[in-house]
């Protein structure tokens, strides 16, 4: 990348586009959530793009037309077109980019999605979601109204190499037959890349199963990183609230004063800076499932009213009077011991019988035996190798060893980023364990650890920024100099992406 950013400082604009595409990358080969994941590219390419909205489209194959992942607002339920009709149904038929000026004069635009989400539309962006032309079409993304009027010519040029990336990333999330597996549970859905066949992980897959077809509060219990984020998305997945949204609430990211707010909402003027009403995440989830994840670091003063919560279902928003209520189902989890919170009162008795009706113990990977952290390993090294641009990866054989007699006091997440390091460190595709950190062993990670980014070579990004650069190269009609200034690079730095 850095051949890239030399001079990037220089356009803000040009900086958050990169960055954006820096993000697609590095943050999909961990998210197993696919709609959190799409929410957070759209919502930082409406910014990226100067844009009001952006939305994201996947083709629903069984009925034949196209569905929003990311709610437009969020108060509107999934947006559907048929593929053929309107102007995302048109660039998904087309496989082309779609620039309007003026939607009001366009009769390829079709008015009835701004009649149900009371949005105007004015100008519009669109563009195929495909890892590259031979490609089947997978949605289709688009932006809407931009601040400067209209798109330009490079706006388009952005948006087509975003589609790829968007592609790219899609394509790798489709389910290999051998990575669903469990005695008695049906992986539904291809987002849950769930490893593990061991005598160990049996007894959770049977309890994620029993779970999962009923509407029962469960509390996923285990280490961090053990897969308990996994395992709740699981449940979701596989119950009748799968087509209902799955909203994840982390306790422990939020400052106390915020959780309510952010659990129920808050009305208008509830508080400094509340200057309009927000639905909270309770709401969100209605019809589906809320993850409450690290609920022993709920602040004390939230619990009570999460107590209501979970026994009525009812609530209020703060600053509202209204009690309003939700159908949502709970899933809670916790690497703290809560019986020793309820002991010395950092945690409330009857909230903590009320979010145990199934309890599922979620085991160290160490205990699980060295045979299934070998099949994670190779699980995770053929997807960091794609992920990577790297050749079918290969283990040396000491590599193994180590790998299997390791202590994982962070869990998979921690062999899942040793594993991710070797195979960016190694253009060969070979994992030498040389490329392991240096082991320490013994305490616990931080949680934060969680969200490093491997900053590495990456080429699949290094291809995707010459493949920008290109682009814009193009919508300027081949001047360099141009594009040099606009992206904010040197022109060596174009001449050598023109070569690359
Ligand atoms: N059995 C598994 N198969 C494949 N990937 C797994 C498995 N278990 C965990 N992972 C991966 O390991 C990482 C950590 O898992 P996850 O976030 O679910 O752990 P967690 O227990 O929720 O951690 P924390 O308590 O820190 O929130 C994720 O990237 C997840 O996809």
Redesign the pocket.
């Known amino acids: 990348m850095s051949a890239y950013d030399e001079r990037a400082s220089y356009d803000p604009r040009s900086m958050t586009r990169l960055s954006l595409l820096v993000e697609l990358a590095s943050t999909l080969a ?1 998210e ?1 959530d696919l709609d959190a994941w799409l929410a957070s590219a759209a919502h930082a390419l409406a910014s990226a793009m100067s844009a009001e909205r952006a939305s994201i489209w996947l083709v629903d194959a069984e009925e034949g037309d196209l569905v929003t992942r990311v709610a437009v607002l969020p108060e509107v339920p999934a947006l559907r077109q048929r593929i053929g009709a309107g102007v995302v149904g048109t660039v998904a038929r087309s496989a082309e980019v779609l620039r309007i000026d003026d939607a009001s004069r366009d009769p390829r635009f079709d008015p009835s999605a701004d009649r149900v989400t009371g949005f105007t539309t004015r100008s519009i962006l669109a563009a195929p979601i495909r890892e590259d032309a031979s490609a089947p079409v997978r949605g289709v993304v688009q932006v809407l109204n931009a601040s400067a009027g209209s798109f330009d010519a490079e706006d388009a040029a952005y948006l087509e190499v975003l589609g790829r990336e968007l592609g790219r990333a899609l394509a790798m999330t489709t389910l290999r037959p051998d ?1 669903a597996s469990g005695p008695g549970l049906v992986l539904r859905g291809p987002f849950n ?4 066949r061991g005598a160990a ?1 049996e007894a959770v897959y049977e309890r994620v199963g029993l779970a999962a077809q009923t509407d029962a509060t469960v509390l ?1 219990r ?11 998305r699981a449940i979701h997945v596989n119950s009748p609230r799968r087509d209902g949204p799955f909203v994840t609430v ?1 306790c422990t990211t939020l400052p106390p004063q915020l959780v309510e707010s952010e659990l129920f909402g808050h009305e208008r003027g509830a508080f400094t800076g509340a200057d309009r009403r927000v639905r909270g995440r309770v709401e969100m989830a209605s019809g589906g499932t809320l993850f409450l ?2 609920i022993g670091d709920l602040p004390p003063e939230i619990q009570g009213k999460l107590l209501r919560f979970v026994q009525d279902r009812v609530f209020e928003r703060v600053g509202g009077r209204e009690t309003l209520r939700a159908d949502v189902r709970l899933l809670c ?1 916790t ?1 703290h011991d809560l019986e020793r919170a309820v002991d010395e009162g950092r945690f409330r008795r009857d909230l903590y019988y009320r979010i145990r009706v199934l309890e599922i113990e ?1 085991p160290r990977l160490a205990s699980r035996g060295p045979d299934e952290i070998e099949r ?1 390993a190779r ?2 090294a053929d997807l960091y190798a794609k992920r990577h641009g790297r050749p079918e990866p290969r283990f040396e054989e000491d590599a193994i060893d180590v790998l299997r007699a390791h202590a994982w006091p962070g ?3 921690e062999l ?1 980023h040793w594993i991710e390091s070797a195979l960016v460190l190694a253009p060969d595709g070979v994992i030498r364990r040389s490329r392991f950190p240096a082991q320490r062993g013994g305490a616990e990670p931080k ?1 934060e650890a ?1 969200d490093a980014v491997v900053l590495a070579p990456n080429q699949k990004l290094d291809d995707a920024m010459r493949e920008y650069v290109r682009a814009t190269v193009q919508a300027l009609g081949g001047n360099r100099s141009e594009a040099a200034r606009r992206l904010g690079v040197s022109r060596n730095t174009i001449a050598r992406a023109m070569r690359g």
């Open positions: 961990r197993i990575d890349r769930i490893v593990g992980m996923l285990g280490e961090t990183g053990t897969g308990k984020t996994l395992l709740a982390d994840d690290e989890a690497h979620v994670l699980h995770f869990n998979v997440r899942e949680r969680r």
